[in-house]
């Protein structure tokens, strides 16, 4: 009814929001059918609509009238007429109480008011009186910390500058608390509250309640009765929380699109169990009473095995005829049904029709099911399609590198006939310049007729360009400092440029290089570098290690190579170096005739006679070469094989000549579910040209042998031929040798080998993209081949003091362990030196260890133990390095 005086309907506004809870009682989630769907989302209580007051009334009026004018009163920012408009009413409009109340409604509909009131009904001259909505002045995020803020503000839809309006703020709840559902957080809510301020202006302020994350506390499977719920469980992607390492778990909170994956998974694991009518009845999730978990109970048919009946083959292509296409197919009858089997033999063909030409190979299996046998009757049909030529190349995305460094690894182009295989060695190619991203995909398409078809690589780059000033620690070369620039790419044209300077405790070197891989456009490649290297061997007094001899090379290189065939390379390369070997004359020299002053001499007592031998400059000029078998699919591969044979022979002038021999291969195997096994073996031995310079002197130079490829378990230079130095103790009257400061020098040898086996684990996208690369590993090997130097061996210093006048003179004279010093001799027991670790037999170690390219340069950390080893050998349990290439 209407008033007499007043015709009023108002919409009453609240200041503060229904909150809006996820909440309730159990949800349960369903899934039928095969395959399933699927399970739907927790939905959460709707907000309960504003209240309506009713209509004040006080005696009847005439339920209609004409109106005579119309006055907007309230509004700020918006124009009367825009009002007027909104409520669909104007001058000479009969009006009943339904108009009005429609007028009413159509004004609120646009969420710009948040109060209207009629009046004036009694003499058709109406007053529209309106309360405009606020404006937001901000939004205000509180409570959330394991989502950032940056993470949610792109899920809300309002803005400040915009009016606020309760169901766009309802949707943005809903959009904040799908956001958390995501995370696996089902009890999180989000309560939105406004802060009135002047010029009717508010804030908005969504508080948020996070919740624990939904773990999944159970997972129930009925209806298996061939296997059993745990042998289940590990084909799904979801886990049941708990357990002794469950604190890193991630797979374990509940997730709806997990749920519809693990299904897929459980029919695939069937379907390669021979069980080809599995099917999962329902898939059920339930939040516990506690609303903190989910249960999970699945219903699964297995149905009957089936085996693979006849297997036959029907082909509509010449060249790729029934009789080939049988003759591939490794499915033999009898075994039992497997539908990975069935899929990879699809794939297989379609990459074999793909090498002929066929792009759009038309392959499908074609299942004929005999229930009574329980067989499954295969045939494998290839349909006609064209022969397909290659109509365009498109590369996109390549903003640093020029099209010119990537076209040219293609190994088809525009024009040539389509092969898969080709297709795949461009796409191996392209990766393995390490100019892009890993994954990188040449995508196929259709072209301008059946028969064409276009190449499409997009690129995406990565940094190429290294600027570094850093600083590390290595548990084998202490504190490190390292400052290189680097251009592996530089001005997109495929070349390296590279200079650097790196000291550490061991080792100082600084290096300047340039490669053009392609010379004048061809596939020849030229490099060289010059370089200064300075490096400070050491031995071990008891566990600490202390310099030996110094060496230091200056010299300079230039390579040439170019391929030989798609997957053997050939280079070769000339070098020209000095190389001097010092020893520091205040620990190792003394004064031969104790007359003084220079020149000293170099001690053997102090230094060993095999360091005093090899003092001096020599200058090593040699030609060598490599040939190389490559063909991995990239940097880190997962699949191929790489075969390596170096020779280099030192002679052609210079002081030394000697012909080194190297042998290196490394085997890849992808294996299921993202394992990579790599098995590598690698061999030197050096041939010397020239005779030795003396007895008990090797042909080779001390810094011209191998000193091994470091295996893991043992520390750097930890096997192979040394002299290890036992000083002597008195036991009584006996001497007897003391397990005190054993000095142990390694001093290479002239062969060696090296074997390792290697088990890289898969992990998380999250983990890969971080750069790391956990591995299990064998490690075995050997140095040897030296000849057996002089050897000291002293029982006593006899030192003799004689009196002249007012000098007093002193000698020191040596005996052998079974003299003793004559009487007025003061005796000090001397040492003696052991040639140990001269065998071919294998050293061998097991561990584990982890490669981390981390923000401070790469990091390679090692646990290994040594299983197998000889006397001499220093082992070494842990190892890191970082801030050095490992």
Known sequence: MISSSTHSIRRISTLFLASTVLG??????????APAQPP????????????????VTSAPVAATGTIRSIRVVGSERIEPETVRNYANLSPGQVYTAETLDQAIKDLYATELFADA????????????TVRESPVINRIVLEGNKRIKSDKITPEIKLAPRQIFTRSKARADVDRIIELYRRQGRFAASVEPKIVELDQNRVDLV????????????????????????????KEMFTRQAGGVLGFIKSNDSYDPDRLAADQQKLRAFYLTQGYADFRVVSALAELTPDRRDFIITYVVEEGARYKFGTVEAESELRDFDAAFVKSIVRIKPGAWFNAKLVEDTVTGLNELAGAKGYAFADVSPDFNRDAEKKEMNLTFRVGETPRVYVERINIQGNTVTRDKVIRREFRLNEGDAFNALKVKRSQDRIQSLGFFQENLEIKQAQGSSSDRVVLNVDAEEKSTGELQLSAGYSSLESFIISASIAQRNFMGKGQQLQAG????????????GFTEPYLFDKNILLGGEIYRRDLSSFNFIGNERNRTYGQSSTGGGLRLGFPVTEFVTFGTRYSLSQDKISLSKSSFYTDPDDTGPLPLACDPIKAGRYLCDEIGARITSSLGYTVAFDNTNGIRATRGQRLILSQDLAGLGGDVKYLRSRLDATKYIGLPKGFVLSAHAEG??????????????????????????????FDIRGIGPRIERR??????TTLVESDKNVVSDSLGGRAYYMGRIELEFPISSGLKSLGIRPSAFIDVGSLWKLTKPELTNIGYFCTKSTTTGDTTTTSTRTVPPEQTCDTGETSAPGFVERFLGNSPKPRLSIGIGANWVSPFGPLRIDIA??????????????SFNVGTQF
Do not use: C, M, W
């Open 684 to 713: 030197g031995y050096i041939h010397p040209l020239q005779s030795a310079p003396g007895p008990f002197r090797d042909a080779i130079r001390l810094n011209d042998r191998f000193y091994g490829a470091q295996l893991r378990g």
């Open 117 to 128: 009131v009629i009046t004036g009904t009694d003499t058709g001259n109406l007053i529209i």
């Open 40 to 55: 739907a989302a927790v939905a959460p209580p709707a907000v309960a609509p504003p209240a309506v007051a009713p209509v």
């Open 727 to 732: 000083n002597y103790e008195l036991d009584g």
């Open 865 to 878: 133990k040594a299983l197998l080893k000889q006397d001499g050998d220093d082992t070494k349990f842990f």
């Open 501 to 512: 300077v790196n000291y550490s405790r061991y080792s100082k070197a600084v290096n300047l």
């Open 24 to 33: 309730g009682s159990s949800a349960s989630l369903l899934a039928q059918g």
């Open 206 to 233: 969504f508080e948020i309640s996070e919740g624990d994350k939904s773990k999944v506390r159970a997972i129930n499977i009925i209806g298996n009765d061939q296997y059993s719920d745990g042998r289940l469980r």
